[in-house]
């Protein structure tokens, strides 16, 4: 099976940046369209970004946008999500997940289930 692994996540200050990282084995990454998720305690799952298996497509959610941008490398098998001006309510778990391209090719706003998840990286935004 795909194997996703999220790094990156840190402590950081109000108005840090970071690079989050998603690393993907046993399986080929052109295969999959990636999102972003993230999670705070005591809230709901959130999409935070999505790019296509072909990077002709990215969308991001509201809550982020203009702050984050997504990219990816395929022969690296490697999705990495820039984050730019973080602010407290950024603080969650960041998780990867993969769709195969044959489901979903596109990006939606409200796509089904995933096929594989990273376990997340936790990022807090704290002074």
């Known amino acids: 099976q795909l194997q996703l692994v999220e790094s990156g996540g840190a402590l950081v200050q109000p108005g840090d940046s970071l690079r989050l990282s998603c690393v993907a084995s046993?399986?080929?990454?052109?295969?999959?369209?990636i999102y972003w998720f993230r999670q705070a305690p005591g809230k709901e799952r959130e999409g935070v970004s999505c790019?296509?298996?072909?990077?002709?497509?990215?969308l991001h959610g509201d809550s982020v946008k203009g702050r984050i941008a997504i990219s990816r490398d395929n022969d690296k098998n490697t999705v990495w999500l820039q984050m730019n001006s973080l602010k407290p309510e950024d603080t969650a778990v960041y998780y990867c997940?993969?769709?195969?391209?044959?489901?979903?090719?596109?990006?939606?706003?409200?796509?089904?289930?995933?096929?594989?998840w990273g376990k997340g990286t936790l990022v807090t935004v704290s002074s």
């Open positions: 997940a993969a769709i195969h391209i044959r489901t979903l090719l596109l990006c939606h706003r409200n796509p089904m289930d995933m096929d594989f």
């Open positions: 046993g399986g080929n990454l052109n295969d999959y369209t």
């Open positions: 790019i296509t298996a072909d990077s002709g497509e990215t």
